[in-house]
């Protein structure tokens, strides 16, 4: 998989948000609830120790209910708030501002002790790319206030979104870009749209994706396709059984070119856009304890 790491993108965005971290009461982590792991920096946690932190499980609505409960004990676990969001229609991100004086209670305390009645919260928003970080700061402002894009790196610069009084949010550039080097991740943020298809051939991603959901979905793959889902035996090929399912659900869906032979390129496509769209289920595609250490 030829994914671009950009180590100097990355040095430059952690020192920023190094430099930042001082004028913020709370960081707040934008991640892709179906994805916990993939579509996150592992560095956040030692960027940003020692300041109160805020885990947004978006695209909530796509993921697994078990999967996001997992995960939120998970992360309430190691000390962070948590809330679950569909930034796209705006379901749940209400509940930020409460959330947000939930966590920061003791500080807010201090506040009035010290006569600062009405000091609003300043939150830093982090994450990777397409995660939907600026999508969830225009919901929550109600406003296009950070720009979005399906490309990587849209968000250019820091910038700062007054939400309401009590309120202001510190967006950063989304270029705190995942781990690349391990394949999972890879595979699992192509899975999702959060880089672009190209980076891989489509039917090869379907495949993998085949077998990663026959492995944890698979009554999904039988009741959304008809397809008989066989037996995976030790050593077996993920690619080569998931081309096997792919010819499955293509020849169900009647999917053919010119001479009879089955349009796996297609098919894959359905797969992909049908499990972005939440068509397929919802799935939650890595869990706590497949995190390596």
């Known amino acids: 998989m030829n994914i671009q790491w950009y180590p100097g993108h990355m040095t430059k965005t952690r020192r920023q948000i190094e430099a930042d971290l001082g004028q913020v009461d709370m960081v707040a982590e934008i991640i892709d609830a179906r994805i916990p792991i993939s579509s996150r920096n592992p560095d956040i946690d030692a960027i940003c120790a020692g300041k109160p932190r805020l885990i947004v499980l978006n695209r909530a609505d796509q993921a697994d209910p078990e ?5 939120t004990r998970c992360f309430r676990g190691k000390g962070y708030a948590v809330m679950e969001t569909d930034a796209k229609t705006g379901k749940g991100v209400g509940q930020f501002s409460v959330v947000s004086r939930e ?40 406003r296009k206030s950070a720009k979005a ?32 080097e391990d394949e ?16 891989m051939d489509v039917e090869t991603l379907a495949c993998r994706l ?70 397929l289920g919802r799935f939650t595609l890595e869990l706590p304890e497949e995190a390596k250490k």
């Open 149 to 180: 894009g399906d490309k990587p790196g849209v968000t250019r610069g820091k910038q700062w979104v007054t939400v309401d009084q009590g309120l202001s949010l510190l967006d950063t550039p989304g270029i705190l870009w995942p781990k690349f």
């Open 67 to 71: 999967g996001n409960r997992t995960w």
């Open 210 to 279: 085949m077998d990663d959901l026959v492995r944890r979905y698979s009554a999904a793959l039988t009741e959304r396709y008809k397809v008989e889902i066989p037996a995976i035996k030790e050593g077996t090929d993920p690619v080569a059984y998931g081309y096997e399912l792919l010819q499955a659900a293509a020849s169900k869906r009647g999917f053919r070119i010119s001479g009879g032979e089955l349009d796996t390129e297609r098919m894959a496509h359905i797969l992909l856009d049908e499990l972005r769209s939440g068509k």
């Open 184 to 199: 999972q991740v890879g595979l699992h943020l192509a899975y999702t749209g959060a880089v672009k298809d190209d980076i």
């Open 103 to 142: 966590l920061l209670k003791e500080q807010i305390e201090k506040w009035r002790a010290k006569g600062q009645v009405g000091r609003p919260i300043r939150a830093m928003v982090v994450g990777v790319p397409n995660v939907g970080k600026s999508t969830f700061i225009n919901q929550l402002a109600k």
